[in-house]
């Protein structure tokens, strides 16, 4: 079984965990692990890495990845979005770290506990330690090609529904552009992640409208078109399906958050 969890937008959440064992399941953010104490096994698309005390491990968008402790351990998880770090997501598209496991010098070690790990500090701060993390991680691994294989054909669907859902997309031009037939791809999806094409991709849209409600001042019509639908009525009546209110309401009950942001809260889709 992977976890599935949807689209997160300019978030940035962190959390203190104690002997976490989590199933394989993959997301849209980069992860941060740094264990502060004990010992830990995570596995990132089937290749396993033991971390200690002391040590960093950075997972990358949509890797299917899990987290095994087997006696007593301690850490600190950063979950952070692609968005915040433009430059190092186009350096890493199609490739995967060598070795994930990195340690950091002493001034970068007290400049990221001031600043990451924490949900109450300037996110131009957090931004600007992210690439200077990042840096440090460059200097002690190196890229290699991302293999993908048959097997994860679900992970490259969801990948790739991530990347279009703004665009007009069916499961029909999916599978041309995949190279799979229209009728083996849906009972695949429906196989899988037991709901329609339709549902998963408007629910995907809709997370993105709720985003776009809370951190913009833009239009509602605006909206509706920068999340893939062509018409507001569309776009309302699914709107108001998965969120219960319609978007007018959703803005006017959930204040606008720029600079100021907090973590996005969202459901997973458990996937067979």
Same mark, same amino acid.
């Given at each position: 079984?992977?976890?599935?969890? /949807?689209?997160?937008?300019?978030?940035i959440?962190?959390?203190?965990?104690?002997?976490?064992?989590? /199933?394989?399941?993959?997301?849209?953010?980069? !992860?941060?692990?740094?264990?502060?104490?004990?010992?830990?096994?995570v596995?990132?698309?089937q290749?396993s890495?033991?971390?200690?005390?002391?040590?960093?491990?950075?997972?990358?968008p949509?890797?299917?990845?899990?987290?095994?402790?087997?006696?007593?351990a301690?850490?600190?998880?950063?979950?952070f979005?692609?968005?915040?770090?433009?430059?190092?997501?186009?350096?890493?598209?199609?490739?995967s770290?060598?070795?994930?496991?990195?340690?950091?010098?002493?001034?970068?070690?007290?400049?990221?506990?001031?600043?990451?790990?924490?949900?109450?500090?300037?996110?131009?701060?957090q931004?600007?330690?992210?690439?200077?993390?990042?840096?440090e991680?460059?200097?002690?691994?190196?890229?290699?090609?991302?293999?993908?294989?048959?097997? !994860?054909?679900?992970?490259?669907?969801?990948?790739?529904?991530?990347?279009?859902?703004? !665009?007009?997309?069916s499961?029909?031009?999916?599978?041309?552009?995949?190279?799979?037939?229209?009728?083996?791809?849906?009972?695949?999806?429906?196989?899988?992640?037991?709901?329609?094409?339709?549902?998963?991709l408007?629910?995907?849209?809709?997370?993105?409208?709720?985003?776009?409600?809370?951190t913009?001042?833009?239009?509602?019509?605006?909206?509706?078109?920068?999340?893939?639908?062509?018409?507001?009525?569309?776009?309302?009546?699914?709107?108001?399906?998965?969120?219960?209110?319609?978007?007018?309401?959703?803005?006017?009950?959930?204040?606008?958050?720029?600079?100021?942001?907090?973590p996005?809260?969202?459901s997973?889709?458990?996937?067979?």
């Open positions: 079984m992977i976890i599935y969890e /949807p689209h997160h937008f300019d978030l959440a962190n959390y203190d965990v104690i002997n976490l064992n989590f /199933p394989s399941h993959l997301h849209r953010c980069y !992860e941060l692990i740094f264990v502060v104490e004990g010992d830990m096994e596995i990132i698309e290749r890495w033991q971390l200690h005390t002391g040590q960093y491990l950075l997972i990358l949509n890797e299917i990845h899990s987290i095994v402790t087997k006696a007593q301690r850490a600190n998880i950063c979950i979005s692609p968005d915040y770090i433009p430059t190092f997501q186009r350096i890493i598209e199609n490739r770290l060598d070795n994930p496991i990195f340690s950091l010098s002493s001034e970068v070690e007290k400049l990221i506990s001031r600043t990451l790990f924490k949900n109450d500090t300037n996110l131009l701060a931004k600007g330690s992210l690439y200077i993390l990042l840096s991680l460059m200097a002690q691994t190196s890229l290699i090609k991302a293999e993908k294989k048959d097997s !994860e054909l679900l992970h490259i669907l969801l990948t790739y529904i991530q990347e279009h859902f703004t !665009e007009a997309i499961l029909h031009s999916i599978a041309v552009t995949l190279g799979y037939s229209y009728n083996y791809l849906s009972k695949y999806f429906n196989a899988n992640v037991k709901t329609s094409f339709a549902d998963f408007n629910g995907t849209r809709i997370s993105y409208a709720c985003h776009l409600l809370r913009t001042e833009k239009n509602i019509t605006e909206i509706a078109y920068l999340c893939g639908y062509e018409n507001i009525r569309s776009f309302n009546r699914n709107f108001v399906k998965k969120t219960l209110c319609t978007p007018k309401e959703y803005r006017e009950n959930i204040p606008l958050m720029y600079l100021d942001l907090h996005v809260h969202t997973s889709i458990e996937i067979t």
